[in-house]
């Protein structure tokens, strides 16, 4: 991948071992079989002088990077952020083409840099905030017996407390936005209900962390019309999967397009739900 | 027993026969043995609240119990406790302290342990979890360090001593707090987060250690007259003598079929 460092050492891929065992039980739930895609709900369209924008986290690759391009090309407004963006060839590369994307430097564990960037772009309307900046904790860090607690406490703050360090930094413009939108890549691997297999203890919790979180801010910020949302993409063909096989894994066109359907879906009267990516709700 | 003849044999049958008694009524004594004084419970944050009440109830039961704390020095109604009771041991731990954790479970190396009670725990003020006004990072973090993973920490410290016991339960006291399903008013964001990770991270211990026959449970204790909820009325709280009975009647009926569970006080089941 040309896109950006890869930072294997910090735990962001799982290893393959790990995620397997989950992805075959996610394959027994029929999730991985390709079928009928469910209806297309109409893309947001841009008024006339008033392109949406959307703030995305973690966008030099993966999820995030797909993310860039298909907002992009709807011509809405992208402000593309990730830890390294010299670094970021393929974010580059677009942004060199497209002039609806600009790049920003940004950490979501770096709080200082958050506000920076909030103040920056103060009085400027956000309509989507998206959240999709997450790390995995690499599975080998995750077994019972052998767990390395070091790396938890970077998990939790990238994952948990991040986005709502981001919400919080950032709720003004969302607020003077006309789709007021915080949307949080969540997982169903931080679905309770849904495990099965044991693993992945940190990443799944700070999963769960994330999914209270934004419950508790949905309904803290109904009464602003601001829309909190969690949207899931599946087990999906990127650096944070590497290491599994390509047959258990959606590609990231389809994890984004399903994604981003959820996203135009969402109103008020869903806030605060956690979607699987065919739009299901899922269980906490 | 030395004797001559007919009274010899009588006497050795009936000495063997005793003996033989003595063997098979041995498991049974053992039995009781293990049912009152070996059995063993460990209990964090055992220095006040919900904690000091466990000790006071498990050890009403006759039960070894090893409290720790983060000051002993200053838990003045523990020490009376354990003053008045030599089944009591007192261990200085601070949870959030792993060197601490491996070096108190490598003290107790190669003794059972049958109940790990996972009760330290901390709201993290009120004041500084106000989404937009207050948010306080440190307090967040040490939320998460102490209620999320600690209890992690000293779960698995403890496994084999666990393992090694005859009832194998592993308790944590979570709180309905933790419930997202049940989340109708938003408040205490870090610690509902906390509460919600840790019930994630137990889901996971339980099926981890089934295999090996440990049954892990999160239990809500519902609002309790404690420190903790110092700011309630008390007319909303609950004493903490009842809370108790009602985590140890629960931990009491935990087994391999429902372990993994998510119990209010009153037996039932919340909605993760």
């Known amino acids: 991948m040309g896109d950006g460092r890869h930072r294997d050492d910090d735990g962001t891929k799982l290893a393959r071992r790990e995620f397997l065992a989950g992805a075959v039980g996610l394959a027994a739930t029929g999730v991985l079989t390709p079928e009928a895609a469910p209806a297309q709900a109409p893309a947001a369209t841009a008024e006339e002088g008033a392109r949406p924008t959307v703030l995305i986290t973690g966008s030099n690759r993966g999820i995030g990077l797909e993310f860039a391009k298909r907002y992009a090309e709807r011509d809405w407004r992208v402000i593309a952020t990730c830890r390294d963006p010299d670094g970021a060839d393929a974010l580059k590369e677009l942004a060199g083409r497209s002039r609806n994307v600009v790049l920003e430097r940004l950490d979501v564990v770096d709080h200082p840099g958050i506000d920076a960037l909030a103040a920056k772009y103060a009085g400027q309307p956000i309509d989507v905030l998206l959240n999709n900046a997450g790390i995995g904790g690499g599975g080998d860090n995750q077994t019972f017996g052998k767990l390395r607690y070091d790396v938890y406490a970077g998990v939790l703050k990238v994952n948990a407390e991040g986005p709502i360090k981001m919400c919080e930094a950032f709720l003004k413009n969302v607020e003077a936005s006309r789709q007021k939108k915080m949307m949080t890549v969540s997982s169903n691997q931080g679905s309770i209900a849904g495990v099965k297999v044991p693993m992945l203890y940190w990443y799944r919790s700070s999963k769960s962390a994330v999914n209270m979180i934004m419950a508790n801010l949905a309904l803290q910020l109904r009464n602003r019309g601001i829309i909190v949302g969690l949207v899931t993409p599946g087990p999906t063909d990127t650096d944070f999967m590497a290491g599994l096989p390509k047959r258990m894994l959606r590609p990231v066109e389809d994890a984004v397009r399903d994604m981003m359907r959820e996203i135009d879906r969402f109103d008020i009267s869903m806030t605060g739900q956690f979607l699987g990516f065919k739009g299901e709700i899922l269980p906490w | ?272």
């Open chain 2, 1 to 272: 027993m030395t004797g001559s003849g007919q009274v010899g044999t009588t006497r050795r049958a009936l000495t063997a026969a005793l003996g033989v008694l003595f063997l098979l009524t041995a498991a049974a004594r053992a039995e009781d043995a293990v049912a009152s004084s070996d059995v063993t419970v460990l209990i964090t944050g055992a220095n006040r609240g919900i904690g000091l009440e466990y000790v006071r109830q498990y050890a009403a039961r006759g039960w070894k119990v090893i409290a720790t704390a983060r000051r002993p020095e200053d838990a003045t109604d523990l020490k009376a406790l354990a003053a008045a009771n030599p089944r009591i041991t007192i261990e200085k731990l601070d949870v959030t302290d792993f060197v601490a954790v491996d070096a108190l479970a490598a003290k107790y190396k190669g003794k059972p342990i049958d109940i790990v009670v996972n009760n330290a725990g901390i709201t993290g003020d009120r004041q500084k979890q106000e989404f937009g006004r207050s948010s306080d990072w440190p307090t967040f973090e040490a939320v998460l360090k102490t209620n999320v993973v600690a209890p992690l920490k000293v779960a698995e410290a403890f496994l084999p001593h666990m393992e090694a016991s005859a009832q194998k339960k592993l308790v944590n006291v979570s709180s309905s707090e933790g419930s997202i399903g049940s989340v109708n008013s938003p408040r205490n964001i870090f610690y509902r987060a906390s509460k919600a990770a840790l019930n994630m991270e137990m889901r996971n211990v339980a099926f981890a250690v089934k295999g090996k026959g440990i049954a892990v449970a999160l239990i809500n204790p519902g609002p309790v007259d404690t420190d903790m909820m110092a700011s309630l009325p008390k007319r909303f709280l609950r004493p903490k003598e009842d809370a108790v009975k009602d985590l140890i009647r629960i931990t009491d009926q935990l087994t391999l079929e429902n372990t993994g569970s998510y119990w209010d006080f009153t037996g039932k089941p919340l909605p993760w």
